[in-house]
């Protein structure tokens, strides 16, 4: 479950910066997440309020934003979003093949080359008073 690492992960981050910046409290996250970075939004929810208990997160709201995903045909040369996919996708064959069909010439022949991203877009802190 790589939902767990990325909220410890995010949980580090923003609150190194809240430090840095004297912040009592995290209010609110606004993270963004990609559709191909195979992770699944409730889960990653849930597990940012284990990993946000006992520090400045803790109680944050996080709000999460979704990245289209989008790939490169090497056919054609389309850029752009992909469609949806009809078939389940398994997250460790999303590295290995080319499985995304180009909806401009239908090949398979394409690469990922966006909604792979997870980054901290905004934090609202609370700040002490002096």
């Known amino acids: 479950m790589h939902e767990f690492s990325t909220a410890v992960g995010v949980v580090e981050t923003i609150t190194d910066v809240a430090k840095e910046h004297k912040a009592t409290r995290i209010k609110k996250v606004e993270l963004v997440v ?3 970075s ?3 939004n ?3 929810k849930f597990a940012f309020e284990i990993a946000a208990e006992g520090t400045l997160a803790e109680k944050a709201e996080l ?3 979704s ?3 989008e790939i490169d ?3 054609c040369g389309f850029k752009g979003p992909v469609e949806t ?3 389940d996708v398994d997250h460790f064959v999303v590295d290995l093949v ?3 069909e180009c909806p401009k010439c239908k090949s398979n022949n394409t690469k990922i080359s966006g909604g792979r991203d997870v980054y901290v877009k905004n934090i609202e802190v609370e700040l002490g008073t002096k």
């Open 34 to 36: 990609g559709e191909f």
């Open 38 to 40: 195979m992770l699944n």
């Open 42 to 44: 409730e889960q990653l």
């Open 63 to 65: 709000i999460i934003e």
């Open 67 to 69: 990245q289209k995903g």
């Open 73 to 75: 045909c090497k056919n």
């Open 85 to 87: 996919q009809k078939k």
């Open 98 to 100: 080319n499985i995304f």
